[in-house]
DNA sequence: TTGTACGCGTTATCAT
DNA sequence: ATGATAACGCGTACAA
């Protein structure tokens, strides 16, 4: 494919890019008006064959596509859709990621991306920076109030992960996560465990009614439940709180961690400390990353529907930029089911 | 040539919103001109203290911010770049993301994300969608050869990640495979393994490289390399062909993969199947992603810098877009490193 | 130092 | 069925 050079460019010395044909140029090329080109291609007004064959022709040798921003100024619309993740690097968030993008995709919507990276990017100037350039965003509900309040006074349409933020009126996408921690308790409860030690995450709104669901399955019985909160939700976290949290005097015969990524943490220290999981102490955590099948034992887990989770937000943030009904305001529930491993077996009744 | 799927079209009646202030608005409450106000925000030139004062005050008043999409149109420049990973669900290309994600917002520009999901996404498509809409793209070596000469052809600034692509001039980041395979393959020479087995991806034109590297590396001694090429560079395809590779008549007594998911499934399955790592065999990879830290034994790889890759790739294309000197064209190498845990060690002479 | 006026590529409106 | 033209919001020559 040599393109001749250009008569008029001259000893051009600048790599300037060669700029793309208009769609001037093709009504011209065409023998008709901008207004023809612009109705024909996405307009999907029909004409008379032989002027659609001609700008089809002229369309395909000029290798025309219209310019987003162009478009964009008289649409009001960019044509893209963000998202914005707490920390790529968390399988979690690539699996939402993943979700989401096939229905933008679809919709023939660009993904604009933001990591946040757990409070090292600045979330206000992140999201202020988005915003103008997309026509809604995915979010997590765990932004801070700051950056939550600003979103809502934007008026940008916005989904909401995780869970609903404290915000009145919006979409948002989870699990019932006390509903799904008091599956996870009701597993332990039956497999005999009675000091149980949940390591929360301080950061996360519903660490709470994760907590709050361990403590309702094993209402009625005689078990202990301890609470323990980091400040990180990672796994280097949790290998920095394992000894503390494992071998202390009433040593827990079960640890629920708020994410994988602790729980990972915490098995693998656990094992380093000379405990034998899960002879010694059963460890579970939330999320289900396709980590927890790799290790030895493998982790107990409860999947919360990581991809379906962005699938969904993305549904309802394109009915919602699109202005269609289905976009109400309401939180919709994705299902949550646990994952027994290795990680979690039967206590011994014996004293060991 | 109606598109189904076009979000432009159809009949939204999207709830509208706000709109924003625009720089006449500006203009008029400062009681300057647009120029001014345009000059005084990004030309960096200066005015009567005065002047400026009210200037600044009516941004305020108004939360003014220029229109990307209308600045675009006369910069010639949409703000935006583009990431292209072959699978976000890899950590190596998370780590990429992140590492690319920082400068990006440094240099105040957005990350345009596209997810080629290992072909299931089409990617011709998919980088023209996202050509128009960015300054410049990050996008792997390994795209489809129409593809990269769809990339070369529209001229815009690139640069690939993994190793240089087919075509001539352009820039590009990523480790010597040779090299670093070389370096494992040396550690598992000295660690007397003699009949090595290497797991190529068919995918990747570096997987020869890397298989020329082992076989480097095992020179004049009486080793016997053999190699399996797979289609898909996964932790599923890595338990898949775990029986077949690991159980065959001549069994290997060490397996190099392509990547560490294919190790993490050979891993797993290996021990599914009975045997001990490393003392059946030993197993290695490439990238040096996290979860390879937290397996039973922990996996050896090869450090090939996913983050660094990124920073760098992101910096040079940053140069390119803004036509700085030094985005000359050229291959950028990545230092890479063995990593050794657990799943490789010394072959015991006597036989078992 | 400041303002006027034009053009960027597109779509929408109105006229033919 | 097709065309002419006015916006859209901004940057920047050029004029004052």
Redo the contacts between chains.
Sequence with gaps: ?SIPSDPHSGPSS??A??K?ATIRDVAQAAGVSTATVSK?????QRFTREVEERV?QAVRDLGY?S???????I?G????VGIVVLD??N?HF??L??GA??PA???????????I?EGL?PELP?L???S??VDGLIVSARLSDEALAWLVAS??PVVYYGGPPSAAACCSVGIDNRGAAAMLGRHLRDLGHRRVRYVGFAGARWSDDRWQGLCEAFEGSAACLARHDVRAAT?DEGERIASEVLLREAAPDAVVAYNDLLA??L??QA?ALGLSVPRDVSIAGFDNI??G????PGLTTVDTGSETTGEVAMRQL?AQ???ERAAAPGHEVIAARVVVRGSTAARDVVVR
Excluded at 67 to 73: E, T
Excluded at 108 to 114: K, M, R, T, V
Excluded at 293 to 296: A, F
């Design positions: 494919m600048a790599p890019r060669r793309a024909f291609i996405n307009g999907g089809a596509s310019n987003p921003m162009a478009r964009g100024m649409t619309r960019t044509g893209n790529v690097r399988p690539t699996s990621i993943r993008s096939r995709a679809e919709a023939g919507l660009n993904l604009l991306f933001a990591d990276a990017a992140t202020q920076a988005l103008r350039r008026e940008l796994a990972l943490g098995l693998t094992q396709v980590y099948s790799y290790t030895r394109i930029v699109r202005g």
